[in-house]
């Protein structure tokens, strides 16, 4: 029996190349039974015709899935569905009858109903995306990249691509973070005191859970970063929300009871203000006072396009009170979800225990692809060419902020990749964003950075990253024209 060519359709949202769709399609067939043992697939041209494809596309696919024993070939017959091919379960469903739970009651804990927006997952469709921490394509270096995977899946790295690291990290990426990217920071640290995280936010809960009680205080900065607020909402620890102004967190604001102190000093969040040296020698003084310990978030500092960036709170921290926080997700790609925590021996020792009893360590393949691609000058080059658009991109859209009257509320000093913004008083942004996306135009509400309650509902953020530098004008002219109509 021959499986109808019209069995097969191309999904133009599918993420991969032709070949792996195809693969896909055909695998997927005889994993669900569709497809049976024996029946026979349309031949390589008949099926390139049928979806206007090369016909050396579906014989690749053929032939990959032939390696996988999901297809056998006999002679000028065809190809034919394999009797080695995986059977697919052979069950009846079971009828699904109405849920008996109670899940209100069954909940013993609840982590919705936080802060965090939902960001549109279709972002790049839109025009005028001037939407936060997401990558533009005709930046990022594929080719090298791709080459760096390739080569962490070769036989040379196969212990480090297959091995349970049990609680440890990928050495070549210890390795290069210790040598070479945290003394750029001004920080020296040991194996030891340096944890791979999967992403910064993880990082951040780690921390959260080893150092906070319900008993303890956590001094948060007032806008901040959302999801950093939801963190410490799910711990049930006391947060004091701390007013920041143009130099960041105000560390006489401090109060005397605080365990913790949550900061950003190098791009605050989301106002992107950047802590001085005065302050940020006072805030190691007020932290020392209060025998409190600070949590560094060294957010964009590798955006600083303006003016070198100031040295990292953990280099002058002399005391070993400072825990820092990286991310290689921001500058690489979000997707990532790869960073780090810095910290005294003590405190790592106890990330890393945790960290094993949830996830063991993040997979082996991505530390090796990413220790590899750091440590043969691609990232450098990446971020020379991103802070070169981005200098580019933000002198635009100052430009065109000016020119159609919207005001800047906060500005990093030495660069960065977003404005933060105040539309008039009455303007209500997250309606305005509704508006703004008939238009194609994406922009960030501010009324989830703010604590607590009446919080301002006049700000918002825009971010030129994910913007191609020739649309910013046109954009911010059809954000201006909605907050005046």
């Given at each position: 029996?021959?499986?109808?060519?019209?069995?097969?359709?191309?999904?133009?949202?599918?993420?991969?190349?032709?070949?792996?769709?195809?693969?896909?399609?055909?695998?997927?067939?005889?994993?669900?039974?569709?497809?049976?043992?024996?029946?026979?697939?349309?031949?390589?041209?008949?099926?390139?015709?049928?979806?206007?494809?090369?016909?050396?596309?579906?014989?690749?696919?053929?032939?990959?899935?032939?390696?996988?024993?999901?297809?056998?070939?006999?002679?000028?017959?065809?190809?034919?569905?394999?009797?080695?091919?995986?059977?697919?379960?052979?069950?009846?469903?079971?009828?699904?009858?109405?849920?008996?739970?109670?899940?209100?009651?069954?909940?013993?804990?609840?982590?919705?109903?936080?802060?965090?927006?939902?960001?549109?997952?279709?972002?790049?469709?839109?025009?005028?995306?001037?939407?936060?921490?997401?990558?533009?394509?005709?930046?990022?270096?594929?080719?090298?990249?791709?080459?760096?995977?390739?080569?962490?899946?070769?036989?040379?790295?196969?212990t480090a691509l297959t091995t349970d690291y049990y609680d440890h990290d990928d050495p070549r990426l210890i390795e290069f973070i210790a040598r070479n990217t945290l003394p750029r920071r001004g920080i020296i640290a040991r194996p030891e005191e340096i944890l791979i995280t999967v992403g910064a936010q993880n990082a951040l809960w780690m921390t959260v859970q080893i150092l906070l009680t319900q008993r303890r205080m956590a001094a948060i900065e007032d806008p901040c970063y959302h999801a950093m607020r939801d963190i410490l909402n799910q711990s049930r620890c006391h947060v004091a929300p701390l007013p920041v102004d143009r130099d960041g967190l105000q560390p006489d604001h401090i109060p005397p009871d605080t365990d913790v102190i949550f900061t950003t000093p190098s791009h605050q969040c989301p106002t992107a203000a950047t802590m001085p040296m005065s302050r940020r020698h006072a805030l190691l003084e007020r932290a020392r006072e209060l025998d409190?310990?600070?949590?560094?978030?060294?957010?964009?500092?590798?955006?600083?396009?303006?003016?070198?960036?100031?040295?990292?709170?953990?280099?002058?921290?002399?005391?070993?009170?400072?825990?820092?926080?990286?991310?290689?997700?921001?500058?690489?790609?979000?997707?990532?979800?790869?960073?780090?925590?810095?910290?005294?021996?003590?405190?790592?020792?106890?990330?890393?225990?945790?960290?094993?009893?949830?996830?063991?360590?993040?997979?082996?393949?991505?530390?090796?692809?990413?220790?590899?691609?750091?440590?043969?000058?691609?990232?450098?080059?990446?971020?020379?060419?991103?802070?070169?658009?981005?200098?580019?991109?933000?002198?635009?859209?100052?430009?065109?902020?000016?020119?159609?009257?919207?005001?800047?509320?906060?500005?990093?000093?030495?660069?960065?990749?977003?404005?933060?913004?105040?539309?008039?008083?009455?303007?209500?942004?997250?309606?305005?964003?509704?508006?703004?996306?008939?238009?194609?135009?994406?922009?960030?509400?501010?009324?989830?950075?703010?604590?607590?309650?009446?919080?301002?509902?006049?700000?918002?953020?825009?971010?030129?990253?994910?913007?191609?530098?020739?649309?910013?004008?046109?954009?911010?002219?059809?954000?201006?024209?909605?907050?005046?109509?």
């Amino acid at each position: 029996m021959a499986i109808s060519v019209e069995t097969f359709f191309l999904n133009p949202q599918f993420q991969g190349t032709l070949q792996a769709q195809i693969q896909q399609m055909i695998a997927e067939g005889i994993l669900s039974g569709r497809f049976r043992v024996g029946e026979r697939l349309p031949s390589t041209r008949k099926l390139a015709t049928h979806l206007g494809i090369s016909r050396i596309t579906v014989t690749l696919a053929y032939t990959e899935l032939l390696a996988n024993d999901y297809l056998t070939s006999r002679g000028r017959s065809g190809y034919f569905v394999s009797e080695n091919a995986p059977v697919p379960p052979n069950f009846t469903p079971v009828v699904r009858g109405e849920d008996q739970v109670d899940w209100t009651r069954a909940i013993g804990k609840r982590f919705t109903g936080g802060d965090t927006p939902e960001k549109p997952q279709n972002w790049a469709s839109f025009k005028y995306p001037f939407i936060y921490g997401q990558t533009d394509p005709s930046l990022f270096d594929h080719a090298n990249w791709r080459l760096c995977a390739l080569q962490a899946l070769g036989q040379k790295d196969f212990t480090a691509l297959t091995t349970d690291y049990y609680d440890h990290d990928d050495p070549r990426l210890i390795e290069f973070i210790a040598r070479n990217t945290l003394p750029r920071r001004g920080i020296i640290a040991r194996p030891e005191e340096i944890l791979i995280t999967v992403g910064a936010q993880n990082a951040l809960w780690m921390t959260v859970q080893i150092l906070l009680t319900q008993r303890r205080m956590a001094a948060i900065e007032d806008p901040c970063y959302h999801a950093m607020r939801d963190i410490l909402n799910q711990s049930r620890c006391h947060v004091a929300p701390l007013p920041v102004d143009r130099d960041g967190l105000q560390p006489d604001h401090i109060p005397p009871d605080t365990d913790v102190i949550f900061t950003t000093p190098s791009h605050q969040c989301p106002t992107a203000a950047t802590m001085p040296m005065s302050r940020r020698h006072a805030l190691l003084e007020r932290a020392r006072e209060l025998d409190a310990l600070i949590v560094e978030d060294d957010y964009e500092f590798e955006m600083s396009f303006l003016d070198a960036p100031s040295p990292a709170l953990k280099s002058l921290d002399t005391d070993g009170r400072v825990i820092y926080v990286g991310s290689f997700s921001k500058s690489l790609f979000p997707g990532l979800r790869l960073g780090y925590l810095v910290g005294s021996e003590a405190f790592i020792r106890e990330a890393r225990a945790l960290r094993a009893s949830i996830l063991r360590h993040p997979p082996g393949h991505i530390q090796r692809t990413t220790a590899y691609f750091l440590s043969l000058g691609h990232y450098d080059a990446l971020i020379r060419r991103l802070r070169e658009a981005l200098r580019v991109r933000r002198t635009t859209m100052r430009d065109a902020i000016e020119e159609h009257g919207l005001t800047i509320a906060g500005q990093g000093v030495h660069g960065g990749s977003s404005f933060w913004m105040r539309a008039p008083e009455g303007v209500d942004t997250e309606k305005l964003a509704l508006k703004l996306q008939a238009n194609g135009v994406l922009i960030e509400p501010g009324r989830p950075f703010f604590h607590g309650r009446g919080r301002p509902r006049n700000f918002y953020r825009l971010a030129y990253s994910s913007i191609p530098n020739e649309r910013i004008h046109k954009g911010v002219s059809l954000i201006a024209e909605a907050i005046k109509g």
